[in-house]
């Protein structure tokens, strides 16, 4: 197992506001590590800071060896799912093709390589039935699967995933972490996972990165997701409850929305 | 049958082919530029379509034509006028206006603001009255050479713009996230895609008129992404249908005392028209989606 991405004494924030600081951070290939927080505890922007699009304050983040850097095509990037509207000229297929050629000049030129290379990656998700179909009309986890066959399109060594599950029901949360899991297994991929909930992707992480108050703890689920170490973390009296393999986190401060939806589930 | 007499009495009065033949040689000018305003208008219509950007074109057309008529009125002509009206406004929306709910509301703000300078700068102006009109509605005669270069000059450049940055433009306005996390250059891809779709909207005007653009600049990217999703055929679709529409529109005005516009309006409109209801019947014939397995 080689580290492919390290930070070291890494601090970040936006104008006076201070995210986090003093984060050592290593990820190996074949290495899945989710990243839990509240809403604004710096999250996404760690993905931001990886992907070159942000400045730490200070301390260094490296992709294998050297500095992270603008459009790195190593690294894939799941985003958030977001409904492609009517009016938006792809169907599946090109969703896909878009991160095999989509940064380059001019327009794609069809060649049987470029289709046999979209077609393998296709069905490495499981999407050839929907491959013709228009974007707009496919499901939130259907575009997934494509968002996720796009992102391994450059042969990355590192996946960054942003909250790839919200807003899909629980069958296709499973699908889109099964794929994530597969994709890391078989192509040795170190990834970051940002998620709100841990429990759709609890029996595939390896560690976890948990932010909060400016702090954060990093080890395995079964040692940073207990009552002591988040009620410190947190500075307030937080609960972990587990409840048939699944993890249940009670009393967190920032209420945010999103924090919580197992307490539905729990009921 | 009086009601039959008198449409045809006012179709006489509208249309008269009698010289037709002799009339096509001095619209070589015109044919020409409504071809190439088609293929311009169909082409960037895609990404106006894409980028939902249909209500920023028309705050930039009425910039366009403030500019156009204060060209007219000072004399430094409809052309540089419309290009400095429509790349302000342009470049306006598209530094101000990054994310959509900004942009409608620097558009809404600019736009009376323009047609308002253009009505002062034609008020002022004591000129032939025919070029005040031309400039809302359309003209088709009175293309004169110089005219038509220019106009095939800016819209080559926004052709070629276009093809150059067409893949990246296409990732991010299809996933901006995404595609700037692969390197693409989001940021300067959508001020240079405003830069162009300024210079098509000031070759559109002197054409179609301010008021009017849409129709060749949105109208057919429109229908084709009715009846496509390929990224091959919506561009070919919406390139084709507004050519029809322009040269369609320059033909049938030719022999009639009409101004071009409500032409390619209506052409326009019909394509569309046709183009909603071929996709209603797609789409009601198309079978059940076959359930995936999850």
């Known amino acids: 197992m080689s580290v492919v991405l390290r ?13 986090w600081e003093g984060l050592d951070l290593e990820v190996s290939s074949g290495e899945l590590i989710a990243v839990l927080g509240a809403n604004g505890s710096g999250k996404s922007s760690l993905l931001k800071v990886v992907l070159g699009q942000v400045p730490l304050w200070s301390g260094s983040a490296t992709f294998l060896g050297t500095p992270v850097r603008r459009g790195d095509r190593r690294i894939g990037y799941v985003p958030q799912q977001r409904l ?17 050629d989509g940064h380059r000049w001019g327009v794609p030129i069809p060649s049987r390589a470029r289709r046999q290379r979209v077609n393998q990656l296709l069905s490495s998700v499981g999407a050839e039935a929907y491959a013709s179909t228009p974007l707009s009309s496919l499901s939130g986890g259907e575009q997934q699967r494509l968002r996720i066959a796009q992102a391994l399109a450059a042969d990355p ?4 995933c942003d909250e790839p599950l919200l807003s899909l029901d629980l069958p296709h949360q499973r699908l889109v972490s099964d794929l994530v899991d597969d994709a890391r297994r078989r192509l040795d991929l170190g990834v970051l996972f940002v998620t709100h909930d841990i429990n759709p992707i609890l029996d595939k992480v390896d560690r976890v990165l948990y932010i909060a108050n400016h702090r954060f703890r990093i080890g395995t689920p079964d040692e940073v997701m207990t009552t002591d170490v988040l009620s410190e973390l947190f500075d307030a009296p937080v609960e972990v409850i587990r409840h048939n393999g ?12 999103y924090h919580h939806p197992e307490a ?3 009921r | 049958m009086i009601g039959l007499d008198s449409l045809g009495t006012v179709w006489s009065e509208i249309f008269d082919f009698s010289d037709y033949r002799q009339l096509l040689p001095l619209l070589k000018n015109s044919i020409i530029a409504c071809v190439v305003l088609g293929i311009v208008g169909g082409l960037i219509g895609v990404f106006v379509m894409m980028r939902d950007m249909a209500f920023a074109v028309h705050g930039v057309s009425e910039l366009s034509f403030a500019g156009a ?19 302000t406004a342009a470049l306006l929306i598209g530094v101000l206006g990054a994310r959509a709910r900004d942009r409608n509301s620097v558009t809404a703000v600019l736009m009376p603001f323009g047609l308002g300078l253009g009505i002062l700068c034609l008020g002022l102006y004591h000129g032939r009255a025919a070029n005040k009109f031309g400039l809302l509605t359309g003209q088709i005669v009175a293309i004169d050479d110089p005219q038509v270069t220019s106009l095939i000059v800016i819209s080559a450049v926004v052709a070629v713009g276009l093809v150059v940055i067409w893949r990246p433009l296409l990732f991010a306005s299809t996933d901006a996230d995404v595609a700037a996390a692969r390197g693409v250059p989001v940021g300067v891809l959508s001020i240079v895609f405003m830069i162009l779709l300024g210079l098509a909207v000031a070759v559109s005007v002197q054409i179609v008129g301010a008021l009017l653009v849409l129709s060749l600049l949105v109208t057919p990217a429109a229908a084709a992404l009715r009846v496509s999703s390929s990224p091959v055929w919506v561009p070919l679709l919406s390139t084709a249908f507004a050519v029809v529409a322009s040269v369609g529109g320059i033909l049938l005005a030719a022999g009639s005392s009409i101004p071009i516009s409500p032409y390619i309006t209506s052409i326009s409109f019909a394509i569309y028209l046709s183009c909603r209801l071929l996709s209603v019947r797609r789409t ?4 059940p989606e076959p359930a995936h397995a999850t």
């Open chain 1, 84 to 100: 492609a509207e009517d009016g938006v000229p792809l169907r599946g297929r090109d969703l896909v093709a878009l991160g095999v």
């Open chain 1, 264 to 266: 539905a589930v729990l």
């Open chain 2, 284 to 287: 009601s014939h198309r079978s």
């Open chain 2, 69 to 87: 008529a204060a060209g007219l009125l000072f004399g430094a002509g409809v052309v540089t006028g419309a290009l400095l009206g429509s790349l």
């Open chain 1, 7 to 19: 930070l070291e004494r890494a601090a970040l924030g936006f104008g006076a506001r201070r995210l």
């Open chain 1, 246 to 257: 699944r993890i249940l986190v009670a009393g967190v401060p920032d209420q945010d929305p």
């Open chain 1, 157 to 160: 060594r590192l996946l960054l």
